[in-house]
């Protein structure tokens, strides 16, 4: 009797679980649904008034998607943001595991005064820094270049505390033997440390990639002019109260925004989800 009720409570558990997944999912998933029917449908079509939950005309939403990149800059503001992207990681990658990786496996001084340092920038936040590494970007003369875009984004404190936990878990033996075999410093590093680094890069290689592409505030302040204009700019034109486009046209732009992360997060979120849960284990 007693492992019938048991087996009982256990079912209702697992329905119960499955209906928050499912409700929760719902709540994710229909915002961005919401936007795909918005755009496939007849330009026009008063969609608040009448609500619908399936798009209505899927030539007219190609059509739309086409206007924008034939009419406006969206297609090189996408280049633009897939360079910023692009060399904004292999930077990342690289300063960060090259500091991780002394961080994790060397002795020298100050280096827990630094390391503490680096942990406390978490804590201020963006806007403070904001104007001072301006004036810097300025005074080096690299406003409304795809330098001043990336430098000032190399040296994630985020990034190196990730990769620093997992690196801590490469045994000392390791390194001695390469060390032994004749491996130099650089060697041991590039052989030894980054391919048993391999899910975190990955997973910081995607967070950098969803938090650059949806960087808004510093590419407006560095980047002025229309040739420099990144993928949030622009649909930050699209948004503007003045800009005099349908609501269609909008929900166009946005979704074009929104296609490249939502595709990184579908492909690579069990890496994401598994680099995160190591980081926080390991150490």
Known sequence: MSAVVSSRRVSIWIV???????????????????????????PGEPVSINPRLWPTSISAGIDKIHMIFAETGYLRAYLVSLLYAVLTIVGVLLVGSLAAFEFSQFEFPGKRILFGIVMLSLMVPTAATIIPTYLLTS????????????????????????????????????????????????????????????????????????????????????????????????VGLFNAPLSHQTVDVVMTANLLAAIPPLLFFLIFQRKIVEGIAMSGSKG
Not at 23 to 41: H, K, Q, T
Not at 148 to 173: E, H, K, N, T
């Open 16 to 42: 119960l679980k499955w209906a928050i997944a499912i409700v929760v999912a719902i709540i994710a998933v229909f915002p961005i649904w919401w936007m795909v029917n918005v755009v496939f449908s007849l």
């Open 139 to 234: 005074s080096l003369g690299w406003l409304n270049t795809m330098q001043g875009l990336v430098v000032p984004g190399l040296a994630s404190a985020f990034g190196l505390f990730m990769l620093v936990q997992f690196m801590r878990s490469i045994p000392r033996d390791m390194i001695e033997a390469a060390r032994l075999d004749g491996a130099g410093h650089f060697q041991i590093y590039w052989y030894v440390a980054l391919p048993l680094c391999r899910n975190a890069m990955i997973t910081l290689a995607i967070l950098t990639f969803m938090q650059t592409w949806g960087n808004y505030m510093w590419p407006l302040i560095v980047g002025t002019r229309p040739e420099m204009y990144t993928v949030g700019q622009v």
